[in-house]
């Protein structure tokens, strides 16, 4: 199937550890991007990704580490996690980077991370 | 500072019944307008999107209109369904229609819950 596809799905672990997601599309798009949606279901970008390269980074710890070994391929890295960052990490990926009306962004199922 | 306001916060209706979900929205420059339904436990899946020009777009029982001089959207749901159930979430993306990256705006979401 045609998807953006993240794995895995659901993540419990204890503070401090490490803790990765990984990500993959195959909608043959350049753009690619984290959520986290938070317990209020409010969406907020966390990094995009345009051909391996990063072109928006919002305020995020440098805790979270974006990795893109190709366009196809979006994992993210959490380090020393925190109770804060239990949430719903979406993938998500579009054609280009761009504003256009084509240009719809298309979410992976979600990963749910639980910090205890 | 771009924001995404939606009303109401949630929502019960009967199957059946019409309902309309309110957007207001302070983004600039303004590129287009989606509506997303996220079901429970899933990620968001584009419904309608609408440029700057456009003033309304169907999808099946989904009715979206654009009013961009007042800057607000609704999305009108004909003769619900059961399966509607889920949260719906306007989403308006920012940046010059000449190129350039596309800023995306998520507003927090309309919980609608259609019950028999």
């Known amino acids: 199937d045609t998807a953006v596809s993240q794995t895995p799905k659901y993540l419990v672990t204890q503070m401090g550890n490490d803790k990765s997601i990984k990500c993959e599309q195959n909608?043959?798009?350049?753009?690619m991007y984290w959520y986290k949606q938070d317990s209020k279901k409010f969406l907020k970008i966390m990094f995009s990704?345009?051909?391996?390269?990063?072109?928006i980074n919002e305020t995020v710890p440098n805790r979270f580490s974006p990795k893109s070994p190709d366009k196809a391929h979006l994992n993210l890295h959490i380090n020393s996690l925190e109770l804060g960052d239990s949430a719903v990490y979406f993938c998500?990926?579009?054609?280009?980077?761009?504003?256009?009306?084509?240009?719809?962004?298309?979410f992976g199922e979600g990963s749910w991370l639980t910090v205890v | 500072k771009n924001q995404v306001e939606q009303s109401p916060q949630s929502l019960i209706i009967l199957e059946g019944k019409n309902c309309t979900l309110q957007?207001?929205?302070?983004?600039?420059?303004?590129?287009?307008l989606r509506w997303y339904k996220q079901d429970t436990g899933r990620g968001p899946v584009s419904l309608t999107i609408?440029?700057?020009?456009?003033n309304t777009k169907s999808n099946g029982r989904y009715t979206a209109t654009l009013d961009a001089d007042t800057k607000q959207s609704s999305l009108h749901i004909t003769a619900s369904q059961l399966s509607d159930s889920a949260s719906y979430i306007c989403?308006?993306?920012?940046?010059?229609?000449?190129?350039?990256?596309?800023?995306?705006?998520f507003g927090t979401g309309t919980k609608l819950q259609v019950i028999p």
């Open positions: 990704y345009n051909n391996k390269e990063l072109i």
């Open positions: 609408m440029t700057f020009s456009e």
């Open positions: 998500a990926s579009s054609p280009r980077p761009g504003p256009s009306s084509g240009n719809t962004i298309y």
């Open positions: 989403v308006v993306s920012a940046g010059s229609r000449t190129g350039g990256y596309q800023k995306v705006t």
């Open positions: 909608l043959g798009h350049d753009t």
């Open positions: 957007c207001n929205y302070t983004v600039s420059p303004f590129s287009n």
